[in-house]
């Protein structure tokens, strides 16, 4: 799946997948290291020495058979492990012209602020000699209120 960005005058695609599909191993793994567990503390709560835990860590296989016992050490469930680097994965990196088109998207942002308070400001102050010029010519009360 990819993503499409339009932008005038530009047209970027954003992969989305990711190098390798991550499998239920290389999940628990990632969630793991995510919520800074070390192997020990899981192997322990399982009941297995930590190098037994390591090589259930890293065989997709070996961690199914131990899913639900794995889950309920990480104190989260089997659906997480399982869907955890399609929620959690490494996010891709954007490219660097999608990257300046950003900071030139927030620039025009800033500068549009800016023209809008001061013309406000410049709006409120030809108010004010508006109403002095029709007050001092002894006119009736201008049809600029504010």
Known sequence: ????????????????????????AGNIKQYRNDHHIKQEYVADKINVHQTTYHRIENNDERSAKRLSEIADALETTPDVLRNYHLT????????ETV???????????????????????????LHRVWNEYCLGHNRERPVLNK
Do not use: A, D, W
């Open 99 to 125: 990257k300046t088109l950003l900071v030139e998207k927030e620039t025009l942002i800033e500068n549009l602020h800016v023209e809008n308070t001061f013309l406000k400001h410049y709006t409120t102050y």
């Open 1 to 24: 799946m990819s993503l499409f960005i339009v932008i005038p005058n530009k047209f970027i695609v954003l992969n989305r997948l990711l190098h390798t599909v991550m499998g239920l």
């Open 88 to 95: 959690n994965g490494p996010k891709p990196e954007l490219p």
